[in-house]
């Protein structure tokens, strides 16, 4: 296999930096070099059909600290074994002229759980949760400026010093160029619109959050503007989706933190949030090219519990998961585009259930490529950080903020999950949003295991 410049130039780089990595995490604190990875997670400099830099660098840094033995805790590993298990029996199913395809996207896919494991090692040692809240908003305010680039841009290819690497993001992607420019949608550093609006709108409870446990007023007013411009580029992308999520997920924040809110707060907190939305939707629908969010949240349609937008796609799915339900497809889909089972009439041609057009549900997804056994092995991870957090729910100490983060992690999965009914996070394009998720929920079993141990007696000390 001959690589172009461009690709040699990239190997090169992404050798360095991997044996800089390795080498400080095993000799060095790991601190700031798990900070940098997560800070990393939606600027995927470097990618490939074999991959990203960013994956790279997860398993590296996890090698790294297994044998500097600074890496000791492996939480719910039996049940990542169980997905593991799904994804090498899904093989079967194929060729094996057609296995390094998907080897290639299974090795993507285990980062995700080698950063699971990497960012619970290391907040259910770190003293202080506030960090990793930090972050997160270091990490926001740079999503933010990406987005509003962006914008300003528009829907023209650019590229930062000229280099292809540094396109912006949904500007290089082909797959989805003509429906951002024809639907007028914005994204953002991750990978589709949809990604982006529901990245936003987990940030948004995240920052109601903070609110709810920030007495400096300048803090409280900083974390409101950010909440305002997170909907602005929520309304920018025009996903419907995600705005539904959050304000299922915003309902449930009340409902779970009504005792720490009181009625007089959470009336005012959706005062603002509804003023705030309604002037960014009056900026965003009346001074830029945007402007097709309320439109097209109007005229959704269903077909009893499918949306418009769905149906095609949900039906060949199902019709696929039908043809082999136990072990599905194989562990990546092969993705085929929706105008390619249409002819020029728009009647559905015949269909090759090997190929079809990625079905926008994580559950029809996880049907199609790894069967029943894939969605039992996903299912069992996901229920396991439920009862982790809500066994944590009970627990109290001196830190009222970190008493409250297991509340917060279940809002969180529960929105996630939800928004995963209409699009599926585990395609092979969207390492990016898979790294952000697992980095999530490792954090917050985390914190959920640390709250435990406090009352249990270990050793732990946390700053309040």
Not at 59 to 88: D, E, V
Request: a positive charge.
């Amino acid at each position: 296999m001959e690589l172009s410049p461009g690709q040699y130039a990239q190997l090169i780089i992404t050798c360095v930096i991997a044996v800089i990595v390795f080498a400080s995490a095993y000799l060095y604190n790991e601190k700031y070099l798990i900070i940098t990875i997560i800070c990393l997670i939606p600027f995927q400099l470097i990618t490939s059909r074999f991959g990203s830099l960013n994956m790279v660098l997860t398993y590296l840094l996890g090698f790294s600290l297994i044998l500097s033995k600074k890496f000791t805790k492996f939480p719910l590993l039996w049940a990542i074994f169980f997905i593991i298990f799904s994804y090498i029996t899904s093989l079967s199913q194929l060729e094996s002229s057609k296995y390094a395809f998907h080897i290639i996207y299974m090795i993507s896919i285990f980062s995700n759980f080698f950063l699971f494991l990497i960012v619970y090692n290391f907040f259910i040692k770190e003293n202080d949760p506030r960090l990793f809240f930090k972050i997160l908003i270091g990490l926001n305010i740079c999503v933010l400026i990406y987005a509003f680039i962006q914008m300003a841009i528009g829907f023209e290819e650019y590229a930062f010093f000229n280099i292809g690497e540094l396109a912006l993001e949904t500007n290089k992607s082909p797959d989805i160029e003509w429906m951002i420019e024809e639907k007028r949608l914005t994204g953002g550093p991750f990978a589709a619109p949809g990604i982006n609006a529901i990245y936003l709108a987990i940030q948004i409870i995240i920052l109601s959050f903070l609110i709810l446990h920030e007495k400096n007023k300048t803090k409280i007013a900083f974390f409101i503007g950010l909440c305002g411009l997170n909907f602005m580029i929520i309304i920018a992308t025009g996903n419907r989706g995600a705005f539904i999520s959050l304000i299922c997920g915003l309902i449930f924040f009340f409902i779970l933190f009504r005792k720490q809110l009181g009625f007089a707060k959470i009336i005012l907190m959706t005062s603002v949030f509804l003023i705030i939305f309604s002037a960014v939707s009056v900026i965003i629908i009346s001074y830029t090219q945007y402007d097709t969010f309320l439109e097209r949240l109007t005229q959704t349609e269903f077909h009893g519990l499918t949306p418009d937008t769905r149906q095609k796609v949900w039906d060949i799915a199902i019709k696929a998961i039908k043809e082999k339900p136990i072990l599905g497809w194989g562990p990546n889909k092969i993705s085929m585009g929706r105008k390619q089972f249409e002819d020029e009439q728009g009647h559905q041609r015949k269909i090759d259930y090997s190929a079809i057009p990625s079905p926008h549900s994580l559950y029809l997804y996880l049907l199609y490529t790894l069967g029943i056994v894939g969605l039992t092995a996903y299912s069992i991870f996901f229920l396991s950080l439920y009862i982790r957090y809500f066994r944590a729910y009970k627990y109290e100490s001196e830190n009222n903020f970190l008493n409250n983060l297991p509340r917060l992690g279940i809002i969180l999965l529960t929105v996630f999950l939800i928004d995963q009914i209409k699009l599926e996070f585990l395609r092979f394009r969207l390492t990016d949003f898979q790294h952000f998720i697992f980095m999530l929920f490792g954090a917050f079993l985390a914190f959920s295991d640390k709250l435990r141990n406090l009352k249990s007696g270990t050793n732990y000390k946390v700053q309040l």
